[in-house]
T-cell receptor, first 114, second 115 residues
């Protein structure tokens, strides 16, 4: 069990550019979640998948945001036409339904939009 | 809609003193309850959870929390603070019946430990 991994750990981009983040969950976990955390705040839910199906999206997730989990394993989160307000830590978590409900978090990707 | 309130954005204690971090939730049905800890520039680590059964739950690093339905609370305690406990602590809830689902977090409480 290697834990949840995220790549990259840090990303600096210019306003208007597109960025993509990757999350690799714990291998046997069927659920994968994305959260966004701004400085001094608790994480806010963005979206989650069960296997490859995207089951819920927050209304925080504008049309510029898209997430995929094509084979039910890793997931990508893409932000198009980044804005300065997108600067945040993007956290990924995974969990296993059926017995245990806790989510295990990755180290996060810190995005800075200049 | 579910919500979580953590009273006190900053708590400071002396090393060896009791730690008490407060969490209250708002939900029509008691949710699943969690406490997570976050060290600077890191992800969140689960301290403990309550889903069913005994209302006093013990977690890692000597922390425990008690679910009190009548008070809609899930306060986190530790009898004796250690310098290494300095971090940000988040209380979170998820909907009962959806095998968890999304977490709703409180604003967080930053714990400082003075020598």
């Amino acid at each position: 069990d290697t834990g949840v991994s995220q790549d990259p750990r840090h990303k600096i981009t210019k306003r208007g550019q597109n960025v993509t983040f990757r999350c690799d969950p714990i291998s046997e976990h069927n659920r994968l979640y994305w959260y966004r955390q701004t400085l001094g705040q608790g994480p806010e839910f963005l979206t989650y998948f069960q296997n490859e199906a995207q089951l819920e999206k927050s209304r925080l997730l504008s049309d510029r945001f898209s997430a995929e989990r094509p084979k039910g394993s890793f997931s990508t989160l893409e932000i198009q036409r980044t804005e300065q307000g997108d600067s945040a830590m993007y956290l990924c978590a995974s969990s296993l339904t059926g017995v245990r409900y806790e989510q295990y978090f990755g180290p996060g990707t810190r995005l800075t939009v200049t | 809609a579910q919500s979580v309130t953590q009273l006190g954005s900053h708590v400071s204690v002396s090393e060896g003193a009791l730690v008490l971090l407060r969490c209250n939730y708002s939900s029509s049905v008691p949710p699943y309850l969690f406490w997570y800890v976050q060290y600077p520039n890191q992800g969140l680590q689960l301290l403990l959870k309550y889903t069913t059964g005994a209302t006093l739950v013990k977690g890692i690093n000597g922390f425990e929390a008690e679910f009190k339905k009548s008070e809609t609370s899930f306060h986190l305690t530790k009898p004796s603070a250690h310098m290494s406990d300095a971090a940000e602590y988040f209380c979170a809830v998820s909907e009962r019946g959806n095998q968890g689902g999304k977490l709703i977090f409180g604003q967080g409480t930053e714990l400082s430990v003075k020598p």
